[in-house]
């Protein structure tokens, strides 16, 4: 039952990410965004199968099986909102001929998401979120990390942040950079 | 176009909080938040036919009509969101003999979306998210503003709270419970 309990959760902060990162790959034409929500798709779904599946051997009698209802309801939401968010992608990954609107969504922004990996040497390997105020430093959120072929939903300040992992940040083009330089091992936090 | 921009970005924000506030009017069993779902409903159905409206009446060419249906694209996503979001709301507000799994989520979980109108009296009247410092005082973050039939999303330092604003809150009950206060004035700022 735990492990429905984890998947339903994970489910929901899964498809909360989709809909963030799909927002943006279309209305700043951002294809980084973009082929995170394709790689989440995969994860959304198969979370979907196994919840199914967990369900079904679970239900004994008409009593499980309406509670499990609503287990089987809500995966349903999320499998459709993480669907609505891969269409938007597929539009970003396709590439189309920007509305003048879209420019002005991106002026009146001053965040965008953005996406970098932890190069061997960084500072930031084997530190803590909370240890490196990125945020003050920066102004950077770390939305999610992706390490191998798990995610981290939320990541809050004790998460320890390791060489390989794949941030996926919020925050203002200048905090990027600075970011970046840190990820790729051009400057350390001193230096900042 | 500028009013196309303004519903863009009003869809994206939307569709973002009917998401949150879905999840958590099942999860938690909260009818506060399922309530809000509907009243969101009505405001994302309506954007969506003016944007379509709009789009249609600017598009005058071949290549006004490609750009335009990148735009509808993301107006139809962001219905089909909403349209989860309120599947989900619908199950909450049918009311439903929860799962223990939901139990498990919520135990998990240390914070909840809480509504509350700023009844007359209160100390948090004619302030400003800044001056008032909620988020340090109470933990609890304020996520929007239902003001009459306009919503303010993700208000910010400078928003002013009025006289029957309802706040759509996140955090934790005792968070709640001293905000909760402050709206029925109950408790001024001064005694928290």
Known sequence: MSSVKDILIEMKNLSELMVDLAYSSVLFQNKEAAEEV??????????????KKQSLLASRSVEDAEKLTVLL???????????????????????????????????DSETNIYRMKIESGSDLINKSLGN???????????????RDLTWIYGPNKDTIILEGDVLIVKGTEAGYDILNKLAKNEITLDEI
Chains 1, 2 share one sequence.
């Open 38 to 51: 394709l790689n989440l798709e995969d994860r959304v779904n198969s979370l979907n199968y196994e919840i």
């Open 73 to 107: 309801e809500v995966a349903e939401a999320a499998e459709t909102i993480g669907n609505a968010a891969k269409d938007l992608a597929d539009l970003s990954i396709k590439g189309f001929e920007p509305h003048p609107v879209f420019k002005m969504v991106m002026e």
């Open 132 to 146: 490196i105020l990125l945020s003050n430093r920066t102004g950077m959120r770390v939305i999610s990390i992706r």
